[in-house]
Each structure stands twice: as C-alpha cells, then as structure tokens.
C-alpha cells in the first residue's frame, strides 16, 4: 500500500505558475505509477498527467500539454506537477494518485486505487 499526502495548491493570478507535490509513503513506492487529475464539483474526475514507475514515459491531457510537467524523484518518494500559463477554467482541487497496473491512458480516475486527500487550485483572472 502507498499513503499519499499532497501540498503546493493555492491561488494565482490567470498566467501564473504552481507547482504540486505528492508525498508517497509505503513500500513499493518505485513499482507504481503515478497520476495528477483533477476535479471540480459536479464533474467527472479528469486525468492531468501520468508517470512511468522510472518517470521516463509521461502523458498528458490535451489541454495541459506544453504547459505542464510531471516529473518525480524516486529517492524521495515524491511526484511533482509544475503548472504554467494557468487559466481561470483549471480551477479545481487536484488529486495524486498511484497504481501499481499499467493505467493506459491515464484518464480514467477508476485505473487508479489510491488517492490523496487532494490541494485546492484557484487560479483568477
């Protein structure tokens, strides 16, 4: 089992950049993928971003490619998610997640067994 806590949210202006961490805890932290979604109330959960166990293959949304990374440092059990050129519509509270199955595209939330409590993102305009 993986225990993941996440930090890094808060508000920024429409532009700004934001940069997300998960903390994982647990064994095994290296053998699992890793994912960035995020949810707004009334909406399905939408996949950002997604990592390799070795953080060598990454995927993303269509919306967020080109403007964020995920990226992850496997000595310190820790995933990141620097968010640039954000807009007033990615508002939303944003999860970490892992999974030790391939999750295939990333985008669906149910390809993935545990979850952080999840940051708040609130990005104005």
């Known amino acids: 089992q993986v225990r993941l806590v996440e930090s890094g949210g808060g508000s920024v202006q429409a532009g700004g950049s934001l940069r997300l961490s998960c903390a994982a805890s647990?064994?095994?932290?290296?053998?699992?993928?890793m994912a960035w979604f995020r949810q707004t109330p009334g909406k399905e959960r939408e996949g950002v971003a997604c990592?390799?166990?070795?953080?060598?293959?990454?995927r993303y949304a269509d919306s967020v490619k080109g403007r964020f990374t995920i990226s992850r440092d496997n000595g310190k059990n820790m995933v990141y998610l620097q968010m640039n050129s954000l807009q007033p519509e990615e508002t939303s509270m944003y999860y970490c997640?892992?999974?030790?199955?391939?999750?295939?595209?990333?985008?669906?939330?149910?390809?993935?067994?545990?979850w952080g409590q999840g940051t708040q993102v609130t990005v104005s305009s």
């Open positions: 990592s390799s166990p070795s953080g060598d293959i990454t």
């Open positions: 647990g064994d095994g932290y290296t053998t699992y993928y």
């Open positions: 997640a892992a999974d030790q199955r391939y999750p295939g595209t990333c985008q669906r939330a149910d390809h993935f067994g545990y």
